[in-house]
């Protein structure tokens, strides 16, 4: 069967797609930033995924105030990058599954999450940014991506709880696959950050970390922090964290860190980044590097 053997979680900051397209990911400012990947690269080639589920949210690309999908899946076979107003990023198209991406959202649908599905759309850096983070600029993409697309832009986002509950629910679905596949499921965006009004620029370090500490371990009290306080605490746009409770909620009841990876500045936001096993108790995961790193908080 199919089986989701790694979760990956990443801030998408549109500069940093910037800073790799034009060769500033090894100056001054961007270094310490793009050295916190170099690990998770050389793991991701030890690891040879076949799919990865990556969520993230659209930015006016594929969807605006005429529809507002919930919660997306694409099950398309390609995907192109979105034109975000400069002209669309020169990386590779984006294969999808859509085998494994129909099945998902049949399961999905049948376990009552009232899926949008999208057949046709364009990616925009919400996507395309961690694919440069974890794999450069290769020629093609190596590995098959179902887009899972969250809604945190429009009030009212899913709560915390509901998008735990659906990473569940994509387990579920995955592993009744009956392919042998190889999957990861990446959760994006985050963290703290605000980009327009008198908080414009708010990081919040500390509340940062805990919320990293949440993602590891037995712990499910992530998934009851309520809208306000990623408001109050993490600005207008750190709601976009509830995508990494998809991602958490769909490696099982407990996991452990690999690495983790967390810095300020990136432009007016913090950048964070984790990988994670699902932990069931039974030792190490042999299917790839184990070595757990960390670099420091800034």
Not at 26 to 33: K, L, V
Not at 97 to 109: E, F, G, K, T
Not at 183 to 202: E, F, K, N
Not at 275 to 286: I, K
């Amino acid at each position: 069967m199919a089986r989701i053997t790694a979760g990956v979680a990443s801030s998408h900051v549109p500069l940093l797609g910037v800073a790799s397209d034009f060769n500033k990911d090894r100056d001054e400012y961007f270094g310490p930033i793009f050295a916190g990947y170099d690990w998770t690269r050389e793991w991701e080639k030890a690891e040879k995924p076949d799919v990865i589920i990556l969520v993230y949210n659209d930015h006016a690309s594929a969807f605006d105030m005429k529809i507002i999908p919930t919660f997306a899946i694409g099950c398309g076979e390609r995907y192109k990058s979105a034109d975000e107003g400069w002209g669309p990023r020169a990386v590779p198209d984006v294969e999808g599954h859509p085998d494994l991406a129909w099945h998902i959202a049949q399961s999905l649908v049948l376990d009552e999450f009232d899926m949008t599905i999208i057949n046709e759309m364009d990616v925009d850096h919400g996507l395309t940014v961690p694919l440069s983070m974890m794999f450069g600029k290769p020629d093609a993409w190596p590995c098959k991506v179902v887009p899972l697309a969250v809604n945190v832009v429009t009030y009212p986002p899913p709560s915390g709880n509901r998008c735990w509950a659906l990473g569940e629910a994509v387990r579920k679905a995955v592993e009744s696959f009956p392919e042998d596949l190889n999957v990861q499921i990446w959760g994006t965006g985050g963290m703290s950050h605000q980009l327009q009004g008198p908080r414009a620029g708010l990081i919040n370090k500390e509340w940062d970390n805990k919320f990293l500490d949440g993602l590891i371990g037995d712990s499910d009290h992530l998934r009851r922090i309520p809208h306000i306080e990623y408001l109050r605490e993490t600005g207008s746009e750190g709601i976009e964290m509830v995508m990494w409770l998809v991602m958490r909620g769909a490696l099982g009841k407990k996991t452990r860190a690999l690495h983790r990876h967390y810095h300020v500045p990136c432009s007016n936001t913090a950048i964070g980044h984790m990988v994670l096993r699902p932990d069931n108790g039974e030792g190490l995961d042999m299917t790839g590097s184990d070595t757990v790193t960390a670099i420091a908080a800034e």
